[in-house]
């Protein structure tokens, strides 16, 4: 069981409010309050019914809502709104709640009521009952004596047995009813008035009849059938007769597994929350003569071992009952109470209290004198004990709270042999299931103070190993459960037991409840430490700087993993209490976790901890995971490797931070140690197999935080491995080993190999000749591992190697036959580039081999403008966005660092072109390229200093103001196309920014397609009186088909949105009837592009196009109608169909256009609409031959081999 915080919201306006009230003056009256009022804020809380009159206007209103299937479904989920907004302060709707019942039942007990009426009046009061509770509407239901028949009447309908609604409702209406004191037997004798009727089933026979029909319910009337038969069966005047024939009746059904129809998990359920809800609401004396046989009926019936968690659970449940029948209701004189329960006492003082404590110990002695405990309550126990070790966490603590009452009711001694049963639950036999079981029963005995203090010595032990119990089972980890119990089980020890009491388990527990809060994995276990920790802070105020760590290691704080780990441990491991328990518990249970992130992790809260006991971490910490990291458990190892480096880099920082080397904080035997750990690993081949990719990652970084800690290794044979096995790595496919790898050559070059004699000389030349070398290969992983490793070469190894580094990087990013699909490797080339810019830096008259210079400023421009073309697809999607996302960053990077140096090195044709190109990616399809765009556009525009040669700058910052650009969400195109678009009135920008939008038209996002149109249809419509801007757009528009022509990532996209321009807007028909060129260009463009084509997208959007053409008077008719008609043939029934439908919407759309001869207009539409064109081809074409005479155009001739 989790245990939870809520946020004091309530409280913070509470207080809010008084604030505000003690600021107020009476006499400056009501208007001087509400305005005060208007002041305090918004609370979360409601204080009042405030929909009541609208409530009320439903409820009156029933009749008139239900004349529609859809009035009556709206008026339900309103009412539904409006009562749920009230599930956490039903008691506010208490004033209304008569009124609202009795309008409700006037109207669906009417006798002359329509049945939709009705169901709907019962439908609102199941919405009632579900917000309020069944518990405090059935004490406001009529229960009158004459309300029994009708009610029966009801419930025996057949018709109306399938509304779920009305037996819910008249069920819970019958459980008040049958409580009522009077003779049921009387009131039979009374209804029966004719001999006829006295063969009829008595009034009690009908009502058992419909409780045995419901408990079979599959829905939730079942409850509430079992709870009318625990008042009904109950009853002084029929509680001899039928309850054992009920009882009978309910074991035979829990014991028969051979009838299907009896057989039923429905059933089970019903006829088990039927049996202990009678125990429940029986009096203990009068059920006690039928509670041995039930207990001896429910274990034959096996329901404790049902397949059925529910069946188990209500079984669970009715054994406890029945168990505390065989016990008087007492309230156990030995148990521990913190205090007395008694304010009188409280007030009286010691005297008193003594006094009272003398009675009780008197008290206690008689009544273990006198207590008889019945031989099934063994039974009993035996049952709940092995509840607490089911498979289900419901079972468990169903169980874990029938131990608690029915312990609560026995002697001190057999409470003690209890406790005892239950403690055995935690060895090592036993499983996880029996230790979560066993801690909620633990917590359930101390919550009642039934676990007395001398029981804490033998709890602490198994208390501090719940608290860390993971193990990892196949695939999965088991122990989350058993943590938040434990901590369950430690928040009621802070609520039982009195401070001196726990004194000696303070420092014990407190350290549990934080290792958990900090260190935990599961989020609910991390807050229920949390939770717990403050639970003894507040009640407890024994733990050591308690109310610190509580204000840091708060609900909200330790949700966050990575922060509880690597900040919050700090903070509390600076008091000294805690700090060596803190690494002690990542050393021996994090650093070897099933989790490789949790290792990850500790290591690196290891790391942070370091400062705090540098010589702890030395004289013990470190030898002990030298120990494993070449033992025999690959996850110990794993851990132990990372853990030794990021300590070892920890002991580096606190040594340089006093001004010592790294030997005077790590011993010798230490040092080296860590130099054997690769050879060592290397010789038992542990580099191998499955294993080998976590040893070589931990190596990896542990290769990394030695060349940070500059370990004594300089000149020595290790290094070699070391780079050998660096190399390997940086070649691998796990990305994760890779980028591991890469991050440790860096700071290992810098270290170990400075080239400043003859022999690192040539060491670094030969270096670079073999990763420049080794990107002409067909190995794509190769080639990733080499360009990233040249783009992470330090000053000191590029400097006067530049000039041959440079342009390697360069040539990686091209595109080849055998590279296409290598955009991982292009994009590292990229970011390589953008590093190499740092680390060398730009100087306008350096040299080509040590600076980015004039020289070769351009080459690198040249390379990323051109990787803004990547658009490289495969089954991953566009690949190519790595690429050109990257290309723009570095773009964005590179431009900054040289305005900065020397604007003048920037050219205007190459500012140019790179901000048309950034415009273009700022309106594509992929969110995430758009928002790298928008950003990078927005930085240059209004960069400082200013970036030299913008075309177009006044009108770009009048489009796109400074204020707007900063809050600007660019992945969103609702925002950004329509000011992208606005750019198409600049030259410089129209045909790149037409591109980017012709790419959008045909995504297949329904928002990308939407709001690309309406961009494009706004620009169009305000320029509708420009023909010279109209021309302009459309001419741009051809340009792009022309230079595309058979590029099916722009063309369909593009034909796509020529026919939507064509079809939803006549803004263009002014330029194309002015200017016939454009008409012809377009056909054209469009008979070359589906020349030879098979795909049908393109040949429909062609389609399209042509017949929207159709209404363009000129000379482009003709020729239209002849692409028309070879579509009429084609080979592909479907583009046949398609055709022939457009054609003839066309030519009823635009009936006013005289596009076929009128004389012959008939006949053509009844050949369009009767011929079955995905039928016959030949037949297709003797129609479509047919067609061409009637229009007066050539017939299609075959095209002769």
Request: aromatic share 8%; glycine share 4%.
């Amino acid at each position: 069981m989790a245990v939870r915080i809520k946020p004091p919201i309530t409280s913070i306006f509470k207080k809010s409010a008084m604030a505000h009230d003690d600021d107020i003056d009476v006499a400056e009256g009501k208007d001087d309050m509400a305005r005060i009022d208007d002041d305090v804020g918004i609370s979360c809380t409601l204080d009042m019914f405030r929909e009541y009159e609208e409530v009320k206007q439903m409820l009156t209103s029933i009749e008139q809502a239900v004349e529609t299937d859809l009035g009556a479904e709206k008026a339900f989920e309103d009412l539904t709104k409006i009562l749920d907004s009230y599930q956490e302060q039903p008691h506010l709707l208490d004033p209304y709640l008569e009124q609202m019942l009795t309008e409700l039942i006037k109207i669906s007990s009417a006798p002359d009521a329509p049945s939709k009426v009705t169901s709907q009046a019962f439908k609102y009061l199941w919405l009632i009952i579900k917000v309020r509770g069944y518990k405090n509407v059935s004490r406001k239901l009529p229960h009158e004596v004459n309300d029994l028949i009708p009610v029966l009447e009801m419930m025996e309908c057949e018709e109306e047995a399938k509304d779920f609604y009305r037996c819910f409702v008249l069920l819970l209406w019958l459980s008040i009813i049958v409580y009522m004191p009077f003779n049921m037997k009387g009131f039979d004798a009374t209804v029966k008035k004719s001999p006829a009727q006295s063969a009829s089933p008595t009034v009690v026979e009908r009502l058992m009849s419909v409780i045995k029909t419901h408990l079979k319910s599959s829905q939730q009337s079942r409850e509430m059938a079992a709870f009318v038969a625990s008042k009904f069966i109950t009853r002084p005047d029929l509680r001899e007769k039928y309850v054992p024939e009920f009882f009978s009746y309910c074991f035979d059904i829990l014991c028969n597994d051979q009838d299907p129809d009896i057989h039923n998990i429905f059933h089970k359920l019903g006829v088990l929350r039927a049996l202990g809800l009678i125990f429940k609401h029986g009096k203990r004396e009068e059920m006690l003569p039928y509670s041995k046989g039930a207990l001896m009926r429910i274990i034959e019936s096996k329901s404790t071992t049902c397949i059925d968690t529910p069946v188990r659970k209500l079984a669970m449940k009715l054994i406890q009952r029945i168990g505390l029948t065989f016990l008087k209701p007492k309230v156990a004189t030995w148990r521990y109470q913190m205090g007395s329960r008694s304010l009188s006492i409280n007030i009286q003082g010691a005297s008193s209290q003594d006094e009272f404590k003398k009675d009780l110990e008197l008290k206690e002695h008689c009544d273990d004198d006198d207590d008889e405990v019945a031989a099934e309550v063994e039974e009993v126990i035996d049952c709940l004990l092995q509840g607490l070790k089911d498979k289900d966490t419901i079972v468990r603590w169903s169980a874990a709270k029938g131990i608690g009452r029915v312990t609560g009711r026995l002697p001190q001694e057999f409470a003690d042999e209890v406790v005892g049963a239950i403690l055995d639950n935690f060895s090592t036999r036993e499983s996880d299931k029996a230790w979560h079981g066993g801690c909620l029963a633990l917590a359930e005995l101390a919550r009642r103070g039934l676990l007395l203090p001398e029981r804490l010595p033998a709890i602490a032990p198994i208390l501090e190993r719940a608290l860390v119990y993971d193990e990892l089972r196949g695939q999965c980890s088991v122990g989350s459960n058993i943590r938040d119990a434990a901590c369950y089980l430690c928040w009621a020890f802070a609520r039982a037991y009195h401070p001196d009491q726990m004194l000696p388990y303070v420092k014990q527990i407190a350290t549990g409840l934080l290792i958990v809060a900090l260190f935990d994995r599961e989020i609910p276990c991390r807050r229920a430490g949390s939770a717990a920790f403050q639970e003894h802070v507040g009640r407890q105020g024994t733990f050591p700087h308690g109310i610190e760590i509580l204000t840091t290691v708060d609900y909200f704080a330790v949700g966050n993993r990575s922060n509880a780990f690597l900040n919050l441990g700090v903070e509390v491991g600076k008091y000294p209490e805690y700090t060596q328990a803190l690494i002690d518990h990542l050393v021996e249970r994090k650093v070897n976790h099933w989790d490789s992130a949790i290792r990850e992790l500790a290591a690196k809260a290891l790391h942070n901890l370091t400062a705090l006991a540098p010589d702890y971490m030395n004289k013990t910490i470190a030898r002990k995971l030298l120990q494993e990291s070449t033992g025999p458990v690959l996850v110990a190892r794993h851990g132990a490797i990372m853990a030794l480096a990021y300590i070892t880099h920890a002991l580096a920082l606190v040594a340089e931070k006093n001004g010592k080397n790294i030997e005077h904080f790590m011993d010798n035997d230490v040092l080296e140690g860590i130099r054997q750990i690769v050879p060592t690993l290397e010789e038992r081949k542990l580099y191998r197999g499955m294993g080998g990719e976590y040893m070589k990652h931990a190596t990896a970084i542990l290769i990394e935080k030695a060349s940070l800690a500059k370990l004594p290794f300089h000149g020595q044979d290790i290094l070699d491995k070391w780079y050998e096995l660096l190399e390997d790595c940086i070649v691998r496919v796990d990305e994760n080993l890779r980028n591991t790898a890469l991050t440790a050559l860096p700071p290992f070059w810098v270290t170990y190999f400075k080239p400043t004699t003859e022999a690192n000389i040539k060491w670094r030349n030969n270096l670079i000749n073999h990763y420049t070398e080794g990107l002409n290969t067909e190995k794509e992983m190769q080639s990733l591992g080499y360009v990233s490793a040249l783009g992470c070469l330090p000053h000191s190894l590029v400097t006067g190697k530049f000039d041959i580094v440079l342009p390697a990087l360069i040539k990686a990013t091209d595109i080849t036959s055998s590279t296409a699909g290598w955009a991982q490797t292009r994009k590292e080339a990229i970011l390589g580039i953008e590093r190499l810019v740092d680390t060398v830096g730009i100087e306008p008259k350096g040299k080509v081999c040590d600076h980015v210079c004039e020289e070769n400023l351009l080459s690198i421009y040249q390379c990323l403008l051109k990787c803004l073309d990547d658009y490289t697809m495969d089954r991953r999607g566009d690949i190519g966005a790595w690429v050109r996302e990257a290309s723009m960053s570095c773009l964005q990077h590179l431009t900054m660092a040289v305005i900065k140096k020397d604007p003048a090195l920037l050219k205007e044709d190459i500012v140019c072109e790179m901000m048309a190109r950034i415009c273009q990616q700022a309106v594509e399809r992929i969110d995430r390229t758009r928002k790298v765009a928008g950003t990078a556009f927005a930085s240059l525009l209004y960069s400082s200093p200013k970036l030299p040669h913008i075309p177009n700058c006044t009108e770009l910052e009048k489009i796109f103001p400074k204020d707007e650009c900063v809050n600007m969400n660019w992945a969103a195109e609702r925002s950004t196309f329509r000011l992208f678009v606005e750019l198409v009135d600049l030259p410089a920008y129209r045909f790149r920014v037409l591109l980017g939008v012709t790419y959008s038209a045909g995504g297949i996002s329904a928002n990308l397609s939407r709001f690309t149109s309406e961009a494009i249809h706004m620009y169009l419509n305000s320029r509708a009186e420009s023909i010279s801007g109209l021309s302009a757009f459309l001419e741009t528009l051809l340009q792009i088909f022309a230079n595309h022509q058979k590029v099916d990532r722009i063309t369909l996209p593009l034909i796509k949105m020529l026919g939507d321009l064509l079809s939803s807007s006549v803004v263009l028909d002014t330029v194309l009837e002015q200017n016939n060129a454009f008409t012809l260009r377009i056909i054209t463009l469009l008979k070359k592009e589906c020349f030879r084509s098979a795909d049908y997208h393109k040949l429909v959007g062609v389609v399209a196009v042509f017949c929207e053409l159709l209404r363009i008077e000129g000379p482009s008719i003709k020729p239209c109608l002849t692409q028309l008609s070879l579509f009429l043939g084609y080979q592909y029934p479907n583009v046949r169909a398609v055709t022939a439908t457009s054609f003839l919407t066309a030519l009823q759309d635009y009936s006013d256009k005289e596009i076929v001869p009128e004389n012959h207009l008939e006949e053509i539409t009844n050949i369009l609409e009767e011929t079955e064109w995905m039928d016959d081809l030949e037949e297709a074409r003797r129609q479509r031959n047919r067609l061409c005479e009637l229009i007066d155009i050539p017939i299609p001739q075959p095209r002769k081999k």
